[in-house]
């Protein structure tokens, strides 16, 4: 069983900026395919950032030039940096991996095995 550990939810107001953590065990950030997916209720859960083991990074246009998605492979830790926040991305965020995920997949949730326990995001106006 791989553990997650999210931290660094909270609530901001917008326009603001929050980094999101995700520890996981020596050896899985370097060599794993991990996303940032979250889930707003009434909606379902949406991958909103994924990296590759090379460091390619994908995003939907929702967050695309406001979150950036990084890994420290030293720290066994990923990241999601959210800048420009707005009350939409409100929503319980989780970070998820897999051992390999096609590059086709990396956007769907289906393609990601182990997830965190989640960190709740409130963004006010």
């Known amino acids: 069983q791989v553990q997650l550990v999210e931290s660094g939810g909270g609530s901001v107001q917008a326009g603001g900026s929050l980094r999101l953590s995700c520890t996981a065990a020596?050896?899985?950030?370097?060599?794993?395919?991990w996303a940032w997916l979250r889930q707003a209720p009434g909606q379902e859960r949406e991958v909103i950032a994924a990296?590759?083991?090379?460091?390619?990074?994908l995003y939907p246009d929702s967050v695309k030039g406001r979150f950036t998605i990084s890994k420290d492979n030293a720290k066994n830790t990923l990241y999601l940096q959210m800048n420009s926040l707005k009350p939409e991305d409100t929503a319980m965020y989780y970070c998820a991996t897999a051992t390999w995920v096609d590059s086709t997949y990396l956007p769907e949730e289906k393609a990601y095995r182990y997830w965190g326990q989640g960190t709740q995001v409130t963004v006010s106006s």
């Open positions: 990296i590759d083991r090379d460091g390619s990074t």
């Open positions: 020596s050896g899985y950030i370097r060599r794993w395919y």
